[in-house]
């Protein structure tokens, strides 16, 4: 073999050259096997933008690629990701709907005008990612029922705004879940007649930025000065509201303010922490008729827990105040009537940290 390969030198260098090649060739398959595949790259989709499918892609797959709204909301029928479809969304809303928010920024003032029905209300739901910005704290509504009734607001953020939500004129409307934040005015404001709604399960906070005597929590009503210009200078009669289940905190006014010419209303297991408060004495003062004030929790107030006015003659009586629980840290009463007219004040709300006492009234058995 020696002899063969000195005589032939081109089979040598052939050999040769073919044991490199299956050298390369080995090490080149080692390294592609252990190289894991390159991850592929996914847009992360925003409310400002959707991302485009392909042309042959069918609906499904279509509505597939687009943002989902929040886990709690139903099924939507109109989905959502940009503050224009948002607008356009509300303006074409028809009993029954159910609009989708996608995650992220809807930079405006939005209003919905539409009315559902009981059976069919329309929907506006979103997660807390899901975030409706009006820009500044010193102007505008961010969201408003403007005559629209039986609507339901579930889920999403409302921020920016001179007014987070305001209602006028809403029937059968609920506001759930929502965290409301920076807000130059109140967070939730209820008027114009609007009656028969819920409010409930929202976190309310940093209220009051634009004028700290009007940042309260939940507003319910017109002072009686406005209703000339809000209710044809009738008292504005929103009647019948339930606020139940808040949480409140960074409020410079009440949490919850309820006004003169309102009866009815439920005020229950609600939260409050009053250590921002600067405009107001109180976490919860009641001026309208016939209010059940239940089973609420409050920390913290520049003066007393909860409070009744006579506003007006004929205002700010027959209202029941039962299980509450006062820790009032402050100069005043846990439960002050003002003056004590018809209300109820039951012995089985406590109050403690109040220098004056638990109320200024003898409390009646439950």
Known sequence: MKQLLANRPWFALGAAF?????????????????????????????????????????????????????????RATIDVVSADELSSALIDAAPGDVIGLADGNYQGNFVATTSGTVDEPITLCGG??????????????????????????????????????????????????????????????????????????????????????????????????????????????SDRNTVTGNSFSQTTSEAVDVKEGTSNGIVSHNTFDGSALSEADSWVDIKGNGWVIDSNTGTNSLRDGFQTHEILDGWGTDNIFRNNTAAVNGPGFGYSMTPELSNIVECNNTATGAAEGVMNVTCRAS
């Not at 592609?32 to 797959?61: C, L, N």
């Open 18 to 74: 073919l044991g490199g090649a299956l050298a390369v060739g080995l090490v080149w398959a080692s390294v592609s096997i252990a190289r894991p595949a390159p991850a592929a790259t996914v847009a992360e989709p925003t409310a400002g933008a959707s991302p485009v499918p392909s042309p042959s892609a069918t609906a499904a797959q279509q509505d597939s690629v687009r943002p989902q709204p929040g886990a709690g909301c139903p």
């Open 128 to 237: 807390t990612d899901s975030v409706l910005d009006g820009g500044d704290p010193m102007n505008g509504y961010v969201m408003h029922l403007d005559g629209a009734q039986y609507w339901n607001l579930v889920g999403f953020s409302v921020t920016n705004g001179q007014k987070g939500v305001m209602a006028d004129g809403t029937v059968g409307s609920t506001i759930r879940a929502l965290t409301v934040s920076t807000i130059g005015d109140e967070a939730i404001h209820l008027r114009r007649f609007s009656t028969d709604n819920t409010v409930a399960d929202n976190i309310v906070f940093d209220t009051g930025l634009r004028k700290p005597k009007f940042g309260e929590g939940v507003y319910i009503g017109t002072a009686d000065s406005n209703w000339c210009d809000i209710s044809g200078c009738q008292p504005d009669r």
